[in-house]
């Protein structure tokens, strides 16, 4: 079967750094995407990777092994509207995704 | 119309009533798909369509069914609504294919069936 896995839930602290990882077992791959999304609203998309290695973007970057089956997002310099759930999605050989059930960040001041 | 748009933002039905949730895209995305997000689960793909004119069964089809008639509309219909399909919806399109861009979400259609 195919398998995507977060963690459930992880805190930080404003100003600080998290990171947030995700391994997967897929029927092939095409893609992995990192998408934010805030409680009551639509998923948003942070990132891609489809090779190895990291991809930065402003505070978020994210990372990839696909040996490993292993992804990473980080952020930096936290601020309090990064609270949110992050999902990780992985695109299989069919170009569906495949997604994983979300990890709930919560910022303390 | 700016994006994917959803309608009805939030229903409540009835247990055994018909349901027809609207998507509608603007962007020309050749892709669209339905998802329902329920606690602790994740997004589960419901159907999706590829192009116009034809669909495809996704993780949880049962009791769900969908036409694409044009690119940019793609209902969702609930035949006979169930407690279980109590859940939040949401419509999503993308350029499709082994295009690198990613999916473009409604704003989601939250159902209560009661």
């Known amino acids: 079967g195919q398998n995507i896995d977060q963690p459930t839930e992880m805190t930080a602290t404003e100003g600080a750094i998290v990171q947030i990882n995700c391994t997967y077992q897929t029927s092939g791959f095409n893609g992995l995407f990192w998408y934010q999304q805030h409680a009551g609203e639509a998923p948003t998309f942070l990132s891609y990777?489809?090779l190895d290695g990291l991809e930065e973007k402003g505070r978020f970057s994210s990372f990839l092994s696909r040996s490993k089956g292993y992804s990473y997002l980080l952020l930096k310099e936290l601020q309090m509207k990064d609270s949110a759930s992050y999902l990780c999605?992985?695109?299989?050989?069919?170009?569906?995704?495949?997604w994983g059930a979300g990890t709930k960040l919560i910022i303390k001041p | 119309i700016a994006g994917i748009t959803q309608a009805p933002t939030s229903q409540i039905l009835a247990a055994g009533r018909r349901m027809t949730l609207r998507c509608t895209q603007d962007?020309?995305?050749?892709?669209m798909y339905w998802y329902r997000q329920d606690l602790g689960l994740g997004l589960r793909l419901i159907h999706y369509?590829?192009?116009?004119?034809?669909?495809g069964k996704g993780e949880v089809p049962d009791g769900y069914s969908v036409s694409r008639a044009n690119t940019d509309d793609f209902p969702l219909t609930l035949a006979s609504a169930v407690p279980s399909q109590t859940s939040v919806y949401f419509c999503?399109?993308?350029?499709?294919?082994?295009?690198?861009?990613?999916?473009?979400f409604g704003q989601g259609t939250r159902l209560t069936v009661v």
């Open positions: 999605a992985v695109r299989d050989s069919n170009y569906q995704l495949i």
């Open positions: 369509s590829n192009t116009a004119g034809t669909t």
């Open positions: 999503a399109s993308s350029a499709g294919g082994d295009s690198a861009t990613e999916a473009f």
């Open positions: 962007m020309r995305h050749n892709a």
């Open positions: 990777n489809v």
